[in-house]
C-alpha cells in the first residue's frame, strides 16, 4: 500500500521559511514525478511545484518561482517543499502527491494526473 506522509508544516511569520517533507512508501519512489499542491478553504487544489523521477527536471506555479524549491532525496523516499519568503495568504494546507504514471517524461500539472496523496500540511503564515 502506497503512503505519503507530509511533515514541517506549522507556524511562520510573514518573510520567514519553512521547509516541508513527504515521506514515501509502498512503491519504488524513484520512478515517479513527485508534485506539492496546496489547497485554501472552499478553492480548488493548486499545482505548486513538481520534480521529476530522477530529480533532474523541476517546474513552479508562477506565483512561488524563487521563493519555493523542490527537490528529492531518491535513497530516503523523500521529497521537500523549501518555502521562503512566505506570504500572509499561503496560510493553505499543503498536500504531497505521486505520479499516476511511471517516469512520465514531463511534469504534470493537474491533480488527476497524480495517484496516490498525503495527508496535507497544515501552514499559517502570520502577517
Known amino acids: 500500500q502506497v503512503q505519503l506522509v507530509e511533515s514541517g508544516g506549522g507556524l511562520v511569520q510573514a518573510g520567514g521559511s519553512l521547509r516541508l517533507s513527504c515521506a514515501a512508501s509502498?512503491?519504488?519512489?524513484?520512478?515517479?514525478?513527485m508534485g506539492w499542491f496546496r489547497q485554501a478553504p472552499g478553492k480548488q487544489r493548486e499545482f505548486v511545484a513538481g520534480?521529476?523521477?530522477?530529480?533532474?527536471?523541476?517546474e513552479y506555479q508562477d506565483s512561488v518561482k524563487g521563493r519555493f524549491t523542490i527537490a528529492r532525496d531518491n535513497a530516503k523516499n523523500t521529497v521537500y517543499l523549501q518555502m521562503n519568503s512566505m506570504k500572509a495568504e499561503e496560510t493553505v494546507v499543503y498536500s504531497c502527491a505521486d505520479d499516476m504514471w511511471t517516469r512520465r517524461s514531463s511534469i504534470a500539472r493537474r491533480e488527476g494526473q497524480y495517484k496516490y496523496w498525503g495527508q496535507g500540511a497544515k501552514v499559517t503564515v502570520a502577517s
Open positions: 509502498g512503491r519504488a519512489f524513484s520512478d515517479y514525478n
Open positions: 520534480i521529476s523521477w530522477s530529480g533532474g527536471s523541476t
